[in-house]
């Protein structure tokens, strides 16, 4: 009985030890969402200064990708650039969602760095956000015609992300 009790601790401790072991082999950079596949979360966002809103209804029959950004977000300038040019090459649907900001700090924003959306929502309570699944901003996602979430880019989109990612993806959805 003695040995059984020394013994179990040992065997608790290495089962351990080889599950966190194991986790160090993931790929930190990569966040899975549990949303892949599967219908884009429902919503209906008033538009930005007046303009049409965006719902999910707006998304439906085309390829479009769905990026999360804020005015006082650094990363989203960074990564406006890159979304100036997918809207200049026209090749897939580009619509935002203004996450918890001010519409006059977003209109500016979009006055000094160009418009590259169809349409925007404004998020003002981050309920989209949340049902979406997203953990800041910017955050892409690519949706197919059929409404569902086919992937998910975490963090600013850079042309590298977008040739070796989502351009191959777009491509076997059929994106125009």
Known sequence: MRRLLFILPLALFAVLAG???LGLLRDPSVL???L?????PAFSLPGLAGKPGLATADL???VALVNFFASWCAPCR???AML???????GVALYGID????PEDALRLLAQLGDPYRRIGVDRGGRTFIDFGAYGVPETYVIDRAG????RQVGPLTPDDYDAKILPLLKQLGAS
């Open 78 to 80: 960074v990564e406006h």
């Open 99 to 102: 996450y918890k900001d001010k």
């Open 32 to 34: 899975p969402s549990a």
């Open 36 to 40: 892949i596949d599967l219908p884009a």
């Open 84 to 90: 100036m040019r997918l809207a200049a090459e026209g």
């Open 19 to 21: 599950y966190f072991g």
């Open 148 to 151: 569902r979430i086919r992937y």
């Open 60 to 62: 439906a029959g085309s």
